[in-house]
């Protein structure tokens, strides 16, 4: 067994039935990979949606539940389990493309990375607000590409959403900590860098994501990011950079220049609200959609104020990512 494809479930049985029925059509043969679904949907709710998608693609698919099993926890439980030489940790809010595995074994073939990252992307049929969303977690005038989109292999830190490793590698650093609540994966990375395995970004290997449905679940997503954030710097001393703290001091600027501006017509709101206008361009030219692109204005506000305030929660009162017990 080459890979084995692990991903955490929580309910969201469509999410869950798209992301088996996307396992089954990968063109690589089934003999070399498993799918492994760890869920901690409670009294075993998602079962029956497993087996029936399970069955229904002609797709065996490795089922472990606990009730409320942690991400991380769940990560592991199935890591555990896992046949493959490589474990690739995926969402389960991500499709894969047929070439998913050919495009991972490729690359592992081309540099022989010892753990490894791919990009994420928004295809043609995901909704105008999903593609707006991809948009505002991908471009570079958003995130500076570090989701992804980085070749700097020194500095690359593959995440969650689509990451792999040698098993090996997996068990030599101790697999997901899981006394971080968000930030696991990115944790998980730096650990693996320190340790001084090699490390790439398999620029091909793309997974569909479809990230949150809504603006509001969105915010909620970023809000943990920006608590992670915070955690990850205190855990792994030079990990903050000014890039990461740029959100914050983006929707700090804007908050205060809006009475600044009324009282003195200061330019400072301008080129705030410049920032937050250049997606209405980028996204609406990428996607050749206005509407996108006016999503895209929407989604990154979201994303950073969202992002600002978990990172200031996180820096003032301990945030999200505290332990459990």
């Given at each position: 067994?080459?890979?084995?494809?692990i991903?955490?479930?929580?309910?969201?049985?469509?999410?869950?039935?798209?992301?088996?029925?996307?396992?089954?059509?990968?063109?690589?043969?089934r003999?070399?990979?498993?799918?492994l679904?760890a869920?901690?949907?409670?009294?075993?709710?998602?079962?029956?949606?497993?087996?029936?998608?399970?069955?229904?693609?002609?797709?065996?698919?490795?089922?472990?539940?606990?009730?409320?099993?942690?991400?991380?926890?769940?990560?592991?439980?199935?890591?555990?389990?896992?046949?493959?030489?490589?474990?690739?940790?995926?969402?389960?809010?991500?499709?894969?493309?047929?070439?998913?595995?050919?495009?991972?074994?490729?690359?592992?073939?081309?540099?022989?990375?010892?753990?490894?990252?791919?990009?994420d992307?928004?295809?043609?049929?995901f909704?105008?607000?999903?593609?707006?969303?991809?948009?505002?977690?991908?471009?570079?005038?958003t995130?500076?590409?570090?989701?992804?989109?980085?070749?700097?292999?020194?500095?690359?830190?593959?995440?969650?959403?689509n990451?792999?490793?040698?098993?090996?590698?997996?068990?030599a650093?101790?697999?997901?900590?899981?006394?971080?609540?968000?930030?696991?994966?990115?944790?998980?990375?730096?650990?693996?860098?320190q340790?001084?395995?090699r490390?790439?970004?398999?620029?091909?290997?793309?997974?569909?994501?479809?990230?949150r449905?809504?603006?509001?679940?969105?915010?909620?997503?970023?809000?943990?990011?920006?608590?992670?954030?915070?955690?990850?710097?205190?855990?792994?001393?030079?990990?903050?950079?000014?890039?990461?703290?740029?959100?914050?001091?983006?929707?700090?600027?804007?908050?205060?220049?809006?009475?600044?501006?009324?009282?003195a017509?200061?330019?400072?709101?301008?080129?705030?609200?410049?920032?937050?206008?250049?997606?209405?361009?980028?996204?609406?030219?990428?996607?050749?959609?206005?509407?996108?692109?006016?999503?895209?204005?929407?989604?990154?506000?979201?994303?950073?104020?969202?992002?600002?305030?978990?990172?200031?929660?996180?820096?003032?009162?301990?945030?999200?990512?505290?332990?459990?017990?």
């Amino acid at each position: 067994m080459k890979f084995s494809l692990i991903s955490p479930t929580f309910d969201r049985p469509e999410e869950v039935r798209e992301f088996i029925a996307s396992a089954a059509e990968l063109r690589f043969d089934r003999r070399e990979f498993e799918v492994l679904l760890a869920d901690g949907t409670p009294k075993d709710g998602l079962r029956a949606t497993v087996a029936q998608a399970s069955s229904a693609a002609d797709f065996p698919v490795v089922f472990l539940q606990e009730d409320y099993l942690p991400v991380s926890d769940a990560r592991n439980l199935a890591a555990r389990h896992a046949q493959g030489d490589y474990l690739i940790f995926l969402d389960s809010d991500c499709l894969l493309p047929t070439d998913y595995l050919e495009q991972v074994s490729d690359g592992l073939d081309a540099h022989g990375w010892d753990a490894f990252g791919g990009p994420d992307a928004a295809p043609e049929d995901f909704s105008p607000l999903q593609k707006a969303i991809s948009f505002s977690m991908t471009s570079f005038w958003t995130t500076g590409g570090i989701r992804g989109g980085t070749k700097r292999t020194a500095t690359y830190y593959p995440r969650g959403f689509n990451m792999g490793m040698k098993r090996s590698v997996f068990e030599a650093v101790g697999g997901y900590d899981v006394h971080f609540k968000t930030g696991e994966d990115m944790d998980l990375s730096i650990r693996i860098q320190q340790a001084g395995y090699r490390v790439g970004l398999i620029s091909k290997a793309v997974v569909w994501h479809k990230r949150r449905s809504t603006l509001v679940q969105f915010f909620k997503q970023v809000r943990r990011f920006g608590s992670a954030r915070w955690a990850l710097a205190n855990r792994h001393p030079g990990q903050l950079k000014v890039t990461h703290i740029f959100p914050v001091l983006l929707t700090l600027g804007t908050l205060c220049s809006i009475p600044l501006f009324a009282l003195a017509k200061l330019p400072m709101l301008w080129l705030c609200l410049g920032y937050f206008t250049m997606p209405l361009v980028l996204a609406g030219v990428k996607y050749r959609s206005p509407h996108i692109g006016l999503l895209a204005v929407a989604s990154t506000m979201v994303m950073m104020s969202g992002y600002a305030f978990g990172f200031l929660e996180a820096l003032f009162g301990g945030g999200l990512h505290t332990k459990r017990g």
